[in-house]
């Protein structure tokens, strides 16, 4: 018996896949920016918003991500953005070389910010990098201020987490600081907006980061 | 709970390697996976012995697993401690300025094939 050693981490290809797509959009000056939560979040519903108050300054491409079903896509296109349905063949997350065949079959050219709109799981999708330069977490008020305790791999890895759904605060035993605290113990440099997709409040910090960050990307596609 | 997925990239893995080395047939494949890698050992074998079939040379691969301990680092008290044991407040010190030093890794070790192929 022969014995080969290979000591080389499973995720690597989708690291090197991932990191080539880093790259792309850095020498385009664009951003991708992964989107991950719950089912039923509001991910949709936030993104559509997002395209409403970046409209006329900033263009938006989704890329949707789901096992089944083209709803999302079709609500984004309605609203604006360009979108592309991707579904991910049962799996439950997305990972580099789909992004990749998803941005392929979209086309980056008429884009500035691409999002895409990992499949609903707070599990899977924090373990496979997909390419994005950030990583988004919605939490919303009614699943609960304790979310971050029990799945803190996702708040990990995201550099921003929105608190949606704050209309229903008075409804739901949500405790916001609480939260917060427990976001930034799984992340101490997290940036934490509280937002209501639905009644539109609270936007504007998150729509100031999104331009800002677009800004410093397009900054160093020119030096 | 990606059981399924992670089998692929070891799938695609193993037969890139054993097409690199000219083997025919890889007897067993051994992962090395971290105590705190949210990789359920049973789930994933049984996600291999399924998936094994789709390719020629690991038709009969035997997947073997190996444990590896995770480690917290203190940032306090420079302590070190089992994960499993603690989570995230150090035993020593009570601090919660704690990171996790080892034990997410996910590695595919070594592979064994027969000398004759």
Known sequence: ?223 | MHELGVTFYILKDVKKVAEENDVKKVNYVTVEIGEVSTVIHDQLIDCWNWARKKEEVTKETEMRIETLEAVTYCEDCKGEYRTVEYGKTCPYCGSEHTYLLRGNEFNIKEIGVDDDT
Not at chain 1, 184 to 191: D, F, G, I, R, T
């Open chain 1, 1 to 223: 018996m022969t014995i080969l050693e290979l000591k080389q981490g499973i995720f690597k290809e989708n690291e090197v896949t991932a990191d080539g797509i880093r790259e792309e959009f850095k020498a385009k000056g664009k951003l991708m920016i992964n989107v991950m939560s719950s089912p039923g979040s509001g991910k949709t519903t936030t993104l559509v918003r997002t395209i409403e108050h970046l409209k006329g300054i900033v263009r938006v491409g989704v890329m949707e991500c789901d096992i089944d079903a083209s709803v999302d896509a079709e609500t984004i296109e309605a609203n604006g953005g360009k979108a592309i349905q991707l579904h991910t063949g049962g799996m439950c997350h997305m990972d580099a070389a789909m992004t990749k065949q998803g941005l392929d079959a979209m086309g980056i050219e008429d884009v500035d910010i691409c999002f895409i709109e990992n499949v609903g799981n707070l599990v899977c999708p924090a373990e496979f990098d997909t390419g994005a330069a950030i990583n988004v977490t919605i939490l919303s008020v009614p699943e609960g201020d304790d979310k971050p305790a029990k799945y803190p791999l996702v708040y990990e890895v995201s550099e921003v987490v929105l608190i949606n759904k704050m209309d229903a605060i008075e409804i739901f035993d949500f405790d916001v600081e609480l939260a917060k605290k427990r976001i930034l113990a799984c992340n101490p440099n997290a940036k934490i907006f509280c937002i209501s997709s639905k009644k539109d409040e609270g936007f504007e910090p998150w729509i100031e980061f999104l331009k800002s960050r677009l800004k410093e990307a397009e900054a160093i596609q020119h030096e």
